[in-house]
């Protein structure tokens, strides 16, 4: 008997026990009419050659381990960094349950939407009855200052209008007539979970700044963008901003959302912009989006408006950082201080000092458009060089702006851009043409085991390990993290392969 | 005693109350029907404490409460059809529900992921604009033999219908019959639309109908030519969440019985094709299979029962139970495996029982574990305060009597604000529910399992099961960290 009271074995050791190994032999030898062993390994063998590599490229219907979401996931996103704000997703009920889940096992926090739980009577008659009534509840409940409603792709099939279901629910007093119900219509056939964060962001401010008179200021709004760090990035982004003295709204701040303490309270809200921040930003000189992806209808509402825009792709490393702060100087007119010059020496001579290790290693990156794009970079500012980029949720604007940047570079030759692919395609092509490490999120995880590519997970969503989203990667310090990273993954890889070579200093 | 089940279930109908005062009226006449309290029997019954079927169930979700139930697509891909594990799965829609699925349940299976086994892999038709408009059953098509030349070793391909699939009228049913011929496999087309019905339920519902249609009623398959053995067994709803279907078919081979089948937790669709060969089945997870035990009993003769292996009494009594229906070696067996155990059972109890005597638990889970559990941590020394299902129907309200004492508070598709409600006022020592109630509750100082994914531990069931469920029980509530939420400057009054 291998459980015993003082060494409890769970699933990891448990099964490897002989009593269960036989046990498993057994049912896979007489009841699973499993193929033979042999020929699993043929075929496995076959999953990773050329041939195999040229079918699975080829394939131009079904899509196999996608690295992408859909579009209401961004908008709950989005709408979490408002001051109070609840999701309200029109739909079926089911969706708003795995948003939930989703966030909350990667930020480890809780996550609050609700749904309008439309069935089959709703798919029949539409869901206008399901918005009256939820939104009166959603307000009786939960208290909320604003309510954010995005549809699931049911709504968008039948085709509610969701403009005229808020004023009807208004007429019907669900919520009073002047409580602000920005919205979005977020189809999730169409795009990403970018997407919806970015039509989500539109619909909150053309509820605030649509007729709204605009008196031209010279404040900065800033949109970070879809970002599983958020918690760490936009607090490191709020303490440049303060060292540089500049004052900057964040539209859609969810620092605090996703990351309330452990005090005895549960806060539902928690920080966030207020409406007070959102109405005044109207009136700002700028507004920057810091991910260009999650934010295009965004800021061209922003233009239409009468504001500058600006877009970068995730300002980490050290030339993204270094346009962000210049960008940010040259809309204020205030300096960028000694002090982050001397972070910026500081991380430079960190990758100094482990450029040896760095330089000419090999990476296969994959994510978000532009979360790719700026690791990309920074790899290459590192001496690596990238020789796999992928986005599933990336076009051929993409693609281009990928080739641009990577032919920017002696590091970036003989990198292949693979934008729509998914981490199936990415199996073929590691297992053809291999990189040193893989950077990625935690469905990675499979990669890694199959292609044997050590994983470092930097982008959403981790569900694996723990906490890595309250440090930053943003900026020179958040750069510095993920130095840390990538260094103590290929650190652990060389001792794990080293015998003589098992160097004490390194 | 008396008096203590009259105070308690006085306090919970006024805490039913107070909590209800929050809603409007039309809601809260609504929700009125589904918060009760565990009633006295009419007439006492042996094995039965309480009366729970007053609440009402398996109604719609009140919009905009924050129920914590999923779709009829969950109850199909994530639950039956998911864990199957040389099928491919297509989740047949847009990108998103296939995302957020995507190895959450934690099915446990062996093979090889991607040359004969399938089970941790996102397969979806990733449906545009366009498939909307112009329909998917072209696309669904060329997946299918797109999977079949790049996946050879697979033995069948399931579709799974996301919401947009019902309402644009596609034909998945024609696609199916169509492919199975052109790539001479099984395919099985599953409408769980997550519109449909009001919960996960239907979709368990609607899965195992196509199980019967599709795969027993559509040819015998791995059933032709197998000689049954005399204790040949089928283990049915399990899905082998960390290994759960294994610590229990030990103990079913220990007593000598054959499991040819695991419905569905690491099972192969040969398994599946031959169940109906059996001489019995055991369910386990009554609400999401009892469809198909009631359909091998009617069309193939094969009785059914219900087991439970969760927490010594109930395995011990269940053993039992089960050998009864065999001749007397499985009986001797049956003791004789007890007492095997016992030991074992004596040293967790008595290392873990004085840590966790007396301490309150209150559940919500999905369809079975709200009662299922319970007498697990009786064997503990614990207590039930409050218990409710997301998806459970009157049958299971029923059954829940059998496990426990009047005056427990009971709570049907609570939604978020009810849980945090009666959390708060009841305060218990321990929660056991999903990750989206998780991190709610701890923030509130009271430690929590989740008690779907066994977070992320397990296996629970069986003997070896219960050794794991107490040490973890143990490791949520005795944590230092729970002392440690008010800073010493700032005592509380
Ligand atoms: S309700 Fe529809 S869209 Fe939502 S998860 Fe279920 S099947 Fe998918
Ligand atoms: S793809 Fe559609 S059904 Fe699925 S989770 Fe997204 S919105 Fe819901």
């Known amino acids: 008997m291998p459980q015993s009271a003082e060494k409890i074995l769970d699933h990891k050791d448990l099964f490897k026990e002989p009593e269960y190994q036989a046990m498993l032999e057994k049912k896979r030898a007489t009841y699973e009419n499993a193929t033979p062993a042999e020929k699993v390994a043929e075929v496995e063998d076959w999953t990773k050659s050329w041939d195999y590599r040229e079918k699975n490229l080829a394939r131009s219907c079904v899509t196999i381990n996608p690295a992408k979401a859909c579009q209401p996931l961004g908008a709950v996103f989005a709408a979490a960094g408002y001051d109070s704000t609840m999701s309200f997703v029109h739909g079926s009920q089911g969706c708003v349950a795995y948003y939930r889940s989703h966030l909350a096992r990667h930020f480890k926090e809780p996550s609050s939407a609700v749904s309008s739980s439309m069935t089959e009577d709703a798919a029949v008659f539409g869901g206008l009855n399901n918005m009256i009534e939820g939104l009166a509840n959603t307000y009786a409940l939960y208290s909320p200052k604003m309510i954010a409603v995005s549809t699931t792709c049911m709504a968008e099939v039948i085709g509610d209008d969701l403009n005229s279901f808020i004023i009807k629910s208004k007429e019907k007093e669900s919520v009073p007539a002047d409580f602000p119900v920005p919205f979005a219509h977020t189809p999730a056939f169409v795009g990403s979970h970018v997407d919806g964060y970015d039509n989500m962001q539109k619909g909150i401010l053309s509820t605030f700044w649509k007729d709204a008179p605009r008196t031209a200021g010279e404040g900065i709004n800033i949109i970070p963008g879809f970002d599983g760090y958020a918690v760490g990035n936009i607090r490191e982004l709020k303490r440049m901003l303060g060292v540089m003295g500049v004052e900057a709204t964040i539209l859609s701040d969810v620092s605090d959302v996703y990351d309330t303490p452990s005090d005895g309270e549960f806060r539902m809200y928690a920080g966030g912009t207020t409406q007070d921040e959102i109405k005044a930003a109207l009136n700002a000189k700028a507004t920057i989006s810091l991910q260009e992806y999650c934010s295009r209808k965004t800021l061209a509402f922003a233009e239409e408006v009468g504001q500058q825009t600006a877009a970068f792709h995730y300002p980490m490393g050290v030339q993204a950082t270094d346009e962000l702060l210049m960008k940010l100087s040259e809309l204020t007119g205030k300096e960028i201080p000694e002090q982050l010059r001397l972070e910026r020496g500081r991380l430079i001579d960190a990758m100094a000092d482990s450029q040896a290790y760095l330089h000419g290693k090999t990476y296969a990156i994959y994510g978000d458009p532009d979360f790719v794009y700026a690791m990309a970079r920074f790899v290459m500012e590192t001496g690596g060089e990238p020789k796999h980029c992928l986005a599933t949720n990336g076009g051929k604007d993409w693609e281009e702006k990928m080739k641009a940047l990577l032919a920017s570079s002696p590091f970036g030759e003989g990198c292949q851009v693979w934008a729509g692919k998914d981490l199936w395609h990415l199996r073929s092509i590691l297992a053809t043409e291999p990189a040193d490490l893989l950077i990625g999120n935690s469905y990675g995880k499979y990669l890694e085991r199959d292609c044997n590519v050590p994983l470092i997970r930097l982008t959403f969503p981790i569900f694996d390990r723990h906490h890595h989203h309250r440090f930053p990667t943003f900026g020179y310090q958040g750069a510095l993290n993920v130095l840390v990273k990538l260094l103590d993954t290929i650190f652990d890889k060389l001792d794990t392969e080293s015998d003589i070579s098992f160097d004490l200093t390194r | ?493």
């Open chain 2, 1 to 493: 005693m008396a008096k203590d089940i009259a105070d308690s279930a006085e306090a919970n109908l006024k805490l039913i109350e107070e909590v209800l005062a929050a809603y409007p009226d039309k809601a809260k006449k609504k929700r009125a029907k589904h918060l009760a309290v565990a009633q006295p029997l009419t007439e006492a019954e042996p094995g039965i404490q309480s009366k729970c079927d007053t609440v009402k169930s398996n109604i719609k979700s009140v919009p905009g409460v924050m129920t914590i139930r999923g779709c009829a697509y969950a109850g199909s891909k994530g639950v039956v059809w998911g864990p199957v594990k040389d099928m491919l799965h297509i989740s047949h829609g847009p990108v998103g529900c296939g995302h957020y699925s995507w190895s959450q349940r934690r099915n446990y299976y062996t093979g090889t992921t991607g040359v004969d086994s399938f089970v941790t892999m996102q397969v979806t038709t990733d449906f545009q604009e366009n498939d909307i408009v112009f329909g998917g059953d072209k696309k669904l098509e060329k997946s299918i033999d797109e999977l079949n030349e790049l996946f050879p070793l697979n033995k069948g391909i399931s579709i799974q219908s996301e919401c947009p699939i019902g309402l644009i009228g596609d034909d998945i049913e024609a696609v199916s019959k169509k492919k199975m011929k052109d790539i001479d496999k099984r395919i099985v087309p599953v409408r769980c639309e997550g519109f449909r019905g009001v919960s996960q339920s239907l979709g368990h519902h609607i899965a195992n109908d196509m199980i019967r249609d599709w795969v027993l009623e559509a040819g015998e398959g791995a059933r032709a030519g197998y000689v049954a053995g005399e204790y040949d067994v089928n283990i049915i709803g399990d899905y082998n969440i960390g290994g759960d279907a294994w610590s229990s078919r030990i103990l079913l081979e220990e007593i000598g019985l054959n499991v040819i089948a695991q419905w569905s937790g690491d099972a192969t669709i040969a398994e599946i094709e031959r169940a109906p060969a059996a001489k019995l089945n055991l369910i386990h997870c009554y609400r999401s299979m009892s469809y198909i035990c009631r359909h091998m009993e009617e069309k193939h003769g094969v009785p059914w029962m219900e087991y439970n292996f969760f927490g010594p009494s109930q395995i011990a009594a269940s053993l039992r139970a089960i050998a009864a229906k065999f001749d007397a070696k499985i009986q001797a067996n049956a003791e004789a495996v007890i007492a095997k155990y016992q030991p074992l059972v004596d040293a967790v109890n008595a290392k873990y029982k004085p840590r966790l005597e007396g301490k309150k638990v209150m559940l919500y889970v999905g369809g079975l574990r709200p009662r299922h559990v319970v007498d697990a941590y009786h064997d503990l020394g614990m207590e039930i305060v409050g218990t409710g299902y997301e998806f459970a129907h009157n049958d299971d309200y029923k059954r829940t009597g059998h496990y426990i004492k009047e005056g427990t508070l009971i709570y049907d598709d609570v939604s978020g604000y009810e849980l945090e409600k009666f959390v708060e006022a009841i305060r218990p020592d321990l929660v056991g529910s999903g990750i989206k109630e998780k991190y709610n509750t701890q923030k509130m100082g009271i430690p929590f399992r989740q008690m779907h994914s066994w977070d992320y531990s397990g296996p629970y069931h069986g003997y070896d099961g219960y050794a794991i469920f107490a040490r973890d029980m143990d490791l949520a509530i005795n944590n230092p960290v729970w002392g440690m939420f008010d800073a010493p400057w700032k005592k509380s009054a």
